[in-house]
């Protein structure tokens, strides 16, 4: 299985912006699909965008507008570009990559939107 650590969760004020990283290990990122799920204290985990190895990009309706996945293969790395957030969009952010199912996951990383 592929080893994921997200990083640059942080606080910021609702209307901000903050950008998530997920550098994956292997020499194979670039054959898997990859993913970001969020989820809130007292609530199930929650899909939020995937890309997939394609290219294919799907967002949660939530998000979409606001929130961009992509991907540098290069750098084994899937970035997650939150825009005009908002206070619900605080959450547990997790990444996640499989070949088609999304099967490894990250420890997460915690987003903070004050009001």
């Known amino acids: 299985q592929v080893q994921l650590v997200e990083s640059g969760g942080g606080l910021v004020q609702a209307g901000g912006s903050l950008r998530l990283s997920c550098a994956a290990s292997?020499?194979?990122?670039?054959?898997?699909?990859m993913g970001w799920f969020r989820q809130a204290p007292g609530k199930e985990r929650d899909f939020v965008s995937r890309i997939n190895r394609s290219g294919n990009i799907y967002y949660a309706d939530s998000v979409q507008g606001r929130f961009t996945i992509s991907r540098d293969n290069a750098k084994n790395t899937v970035y997650l570009q939150m825009n005009s957030l908002k206070p619900e969009d605080t959450a547990v952010y997790y990444c996640a990559a499989g070949v088609t199912t999304l099967d490894s996951w990250g420890q997460g990383t915690q987003v903070t939107v004050s009001s």
């Open positions: 292997g020499r194979t990122f670039g054959s898997y699909a």
